[in-house]
C-alpha cells in the first residue's frame, strides 16, 4: 500500500452526504499502521533539522510540540476507540482534502530521504481536527512573543491563524482555531 493512497481512501468517503468519525478513525488506522518506530524517528529528525531555523529561545518548546503532539498523535489514533461515535464537519472536512493532498506531494518532493513524514503529517493533522476536534497546534503550544493557542469557552484560539491564511501550504486554513481576538 503506498502512502498516497489514503487520499484516495479520503475521496470515497468524501463522496458520502454524511462521514462518521468511526469511518475516518479507520482509514487514519489503516495508514498508521504502516507506521514503523524507525518512520517515527526519521520524522524526529526531520523536525529538530526544521527545528534549527527556529528562534533560539522558542527552539525547544516548538521540539518539545511537535514531537509530543504531532509525532506522538499516531500511538493516540492506533488507541482510539473503534466504536466512537459522532460525525465530522463534511464541510471542513472538504476543504482540507486538497490543502492536505497538496502538502502532501510538497513535503514529498522536499524530502530526501522518502519517509513516512508526508503521511504521518496528514494523520495528525486529520486525527487532531476531525477526530479529536482540538486545533492542530494544541492547546498551549507557543509561538514567539510568549502567544499560545488557549481555550475559552469552548473555543479554541491561535494568535497566528490570520497570518497564515494566504499560506498555501498552511494547515491553517482548515483548523478549527480562531484567530485571538487583538492579536
Do not use: W
Not at 48 to 62: A, L
Not at 118 to 143: C, D, K, R
Not at 168 to 181: G, H, Y
Amino acid at each position: 500500500m503506498k502512502d498516497e493512497s489514503i487520499f484516495k481512501d479520503l475521496d470515497i468517503i468524501n463522496e458520502k452526504p454524511e462521514i462518521s468519525k468511526k469511518e475516518l478513525l479507520h482509514i487514519l488506522k489503516k495508514y498508521g499502521r504502516t507506521i514503523t518506530p524507525h518512520d517515527l524517528m526519521i520524522a524526529t529528525n526531520i523536525l529538530r533539522e526544521d527545528g534549527k531555523y527556529v528562534q533560539k529561545s522558542y527552539r525547544e518548546k516548538f521540539l518539545e510540540t511537535y514531537v509530543k503532539y504531532f509525532i506522538l498523535r499516531i500511538k493516540e489514533i492506533l488507541d482510539t476507540d473503534d466504536n466512537i461515535g459522532g460525525l465530522i464537519n463534511k464541510e471542513r472536512f472538504d476543504d482540507s482534502l486538497e490543502n492536505l493532498e497538496h502538502q502532501f506531494y510538497k513535503e514529498r518532493e522536499d524530502d530526501k530521504r522518502d519517509s513516512k513524514f508526508p503521511l504521518i503529517y496528514t494523520l495528525a493533522s486529520l486525527y487532531s481536527t476531525f477526530i479529536n476536534e482540538e486545533p492542530i497546534h494544541p492547546e498551549g503550544s507557543e509561538f514567539p512573543g510568549k502567544l499560545k493557542v488557549y481555550k475559552e469557552n469552548g473555543t479554541f484560539y491561535c494568535p497566528v491563524k490570520d497570518a497564515q491564511s494566504e499560506n498555501p501550504n498552511a494547515v491553517c486554513n482548515f483548523c478549527l482555531a480562531e484567530q485571538t481576538p487583538g492579536v
